[in-house]
């Protein structure tokens, strides 16, 4: 999605603009651009393109931005209209004083653009953002932050928005509808930014702008207002992650380090979870007596947090006889989902900023249900708007494909139905204590799998140039493949399904022949025999498979062209330790085929727009 970048203080805004705007090259965009209030004639100074970053840092080289102290950037995502420089951020008014990023989608545009257009406004791009800018400068009378406030009640969508002016060279606004902003607070310096990384080499104290909130920014004050003008006090937090969290640190890619830091994350989440051989969820937020009385889980969340959801089905009703639900967030909102006070909403999001799954959330709390949320980022729109969260603490998840927060996600469904399982007297203390003891051991057993990862690559070298895969598994190990399915196509653009073994008969079955590739999941499990049967089913028809398998599974070899082996474990908590390497497969694989595997095309980290 966008990601926004604005600066004011004492140092040329342009190269802080450009360093942090490619922090959060992550995010995925298509074009950038950058402008400032220039020092020299205090006018306004723009510089666009279609592309990367680096192609704006080189124009930049050829033509530099003259020095200014307040400027914004922008990496952009296209939705309305292509990926072309006339589309890309800043867009200006027509008098050329004023100059806006903005991020989101603003759904009435048309209608403006008509008003705007009959009054003589110029529109030179197909986007729904310029109109902000002609709003605004239709609305000026002398205070930009007036203005602002004016332009925005007119506004129908979703926004986070960085607003400059050649006649306020003082001042940067902000505002936020739907859309993530935060500030950052220097010493006589201001920031604003999509994220926190963006902005974490200049400081790690930061304000999180809420929806329905403006600031103005000057470069040693910061003033936050609601849309209705009522001033607020800004609440500074500390970010306590460090640089090298947002920092490849030696690894190739920002995916290959995030997965490498699996095991620490799940064993630094067990060990803050679980006290005395207990599980204490601390965010959540809800007593004993109503997590006892709750009746019905419904789990909402979009890709792989989705995948980490369905394993909570299995995990949940296993642990804890209690019925879970689940859709994709963007289908639980548009149908009636039979949902009431006795059902808990468990939303899954790393990001907090799932545009989908927010709105899921405020349908669930509209309906009078009580929503916990499990997310990665501290201070997200998830996180606030929740009853409780439970944050997963995998710290900064910069590659596009999701696989740390993934396994953290799922480490906090075992933990919950540990939890509701103990609480419903569902499970014995006996089983919980083992439980747990088996989950203490899956941070070893990922290690050993990194232990093994040149093997791995071998494999996914060696086909990396089939033209379709499908994954298969069974039970709780059915997530599995739909997440294994998931990110070989995300990253490596091969077309990849994801199936449960028992529904390939019914119909992916015909993709088979030499030509397709196939990962069966078959680690130890009741539907270990099942699988066999499968893969003999696919061999017969001449696939090759690729098993990931149980140390010690010899009979699996006259099944499987190649097989993975993980170490064994109780069978229940199989999900996780699969998903490494079904993430390292995937990524080897784009590695293989030349792919930029931490910004895959078309993609974005967040996704804040419906
Ligand atoms: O931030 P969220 O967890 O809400 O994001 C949900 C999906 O957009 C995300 O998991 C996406 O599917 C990833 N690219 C998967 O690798």
């Not at 800018?133 to 928005?161: C, P």
């Not at 270990?528 to 398998?549: H, L, T």
């Not at 699996?556 to 993980?566: R, S, T, V």
Request: proline content about 4%.
């Amino acid at each position: 999605m966008c990601g926004i970048v604005g600066y004011i203080g004492k140092k040329d805004a342009t190269p802080i603009l450009l360093s942090s705007l490619k922090r959060l090259e992550y995010r995925g965009y298509d074009s950038c651009g950058v402008g400032v209030v220039a020092q020299k004639d205090g006018k306004i100074h723009s510089k666009k393109t279609q592309g990367k970053i680096q192609g704006l840092t080189d124009i930049l080289k050829d033509k530099p931005m003259p020095t200014g102290f307040v400027g914004i950037s922008h990496t952009r995502w296209a939705t309305h209209g292509k990926p072309t420089k006339a589309n890309a951020h800043p867009h200006a008014d027509k008098t050329g004083k004023i100059l806006i990023v903005h991020n989101g989608i603003i759904e009435n545009y048309q209608e403006i653009k008509e008003a705007l257009k009959a009054k003589g406004y110029p529109f030179v791009s197909e986007t729904d953002s310029e109109v902000i800018a002609h709003l605004i400068s239709s609305l000026d009378k002398g205070d930009l932050l007036e203005a602002v406030q004016k332009a925005i009640q007119k506004l129908n969508g979703s926004f986070a928005l960085g607003v400059i002016s050649s006649d306020h060279p003082d001042k940067l606004i902000a505002a936020r509808l739907g859309s993530p902003l935060i500030i950052g607070v220097g010493c006589n310096e201001n920031f604003i930014a999509s994220d926190v990384p963006a902005i974490l080499d200049r400081t790690r104290k930061i304000v999180y702008l809420r929806d329905g909130e403006v600031a103005e920014l000057q470069k040693s004050s910061l003033k936050i207002f609601d849309f209705k003008g009522k001033q607020i006090k800004p609440k500074v937090h500390t970010v306590a992650f460090k640089l090298d969290a947002v920092q490849k640190e030696g690894f190739s890619h920002f995916m290959l380090k995030e997965i490498h830091e699996q095991p620490k994350v799940l064993s630094g989440m067990l060990s803050s979870r679980i006290k005395n051989k207990k599980v204490h969820l601390e965010g959540l937020s809800l007593t004993d007596k109503q997590l006892k009385g709750i009746n019905h889980v419904f789990v909402v969340a979009c890709g792989t947090a989705y995948h980490a959801g369905l394993v909570g089905k299995y995990v949940i009703e296993q642990l804890a006889g209690v019925p879970v639900s689940i859709d994709v967030s963007s289908e639980f909102r548009y149908r009636t989902p039979i949902i009431n006070k006795k059902t808990l909403i468990v939303a899954v999001s790393q990001s907090g900023e799932t545009a989908d799954t927010l709105a899921a959330v405020r349908e669930a709390k509209l309906k009078g249900c009580k929503v916990i949320s499990i997310c990665n980022v501290v201070g997200s729109s998830l996180a606030r708007e929740s009853h409780g969260v439970l944050y997963t603490h995998a710290g900064p998840e910069i590659g596009v494909a999701s696989t740390k927060a993934y396994t953290a996600q799922l480490c906090m469904m075992y933990l919950l139905g540990l939890k509701l399982g103990v609480l419903k007297k569902k499970i014995s203390k006996g089983r919980s204590e083992s439980l747990i003891k088996d989950l203490k051991r899956v941070p070893s057993f990922l290690m050993m799998i990194l232990k093994s990862k040149a093997k791995i690559r071998k494999i996914a070298r060696a086909n990396s140039h089939f033209g379709c895969f499908l994954f298969l598994g069974r039970n709780i190990n059915f997530p599995s493949a739909l997440e294994g399915a998931l990110k070989l196509k995300e990253i490596s653009y091969i077309p990849a399904e994801g199936y449960a073994a028992g529904e390939m008969k019914h119909g992916p079955i015909a993709l088979i022949d030499e030509y397709r590739a196939v990962v069966c999941v078959t680690p130890e499990a009741d539907t270990y025999e099942k699988m066999i049967s499968n893969m003999q089913e696919i061999r017969a028809r001449k696939g090759k498979i690729i098993a990931i398998a149980t140390e010690g599974d010899t009979a699996i070899k006259q099944h499987a062209n190649n097989i993975i082996y993980i170490p064994s474990t109780n069978k229940l908590l199989t999900p996780l330790v699969v998903a490494l390497p079904l993430q390292l497969i995937a990524y080897y694989i784009a590695v293989e085929r030349g792919n930029d595997v931490d910004q895959p095309r078309n993609l974005a980290k967040s996704v804040t727009v419906e």
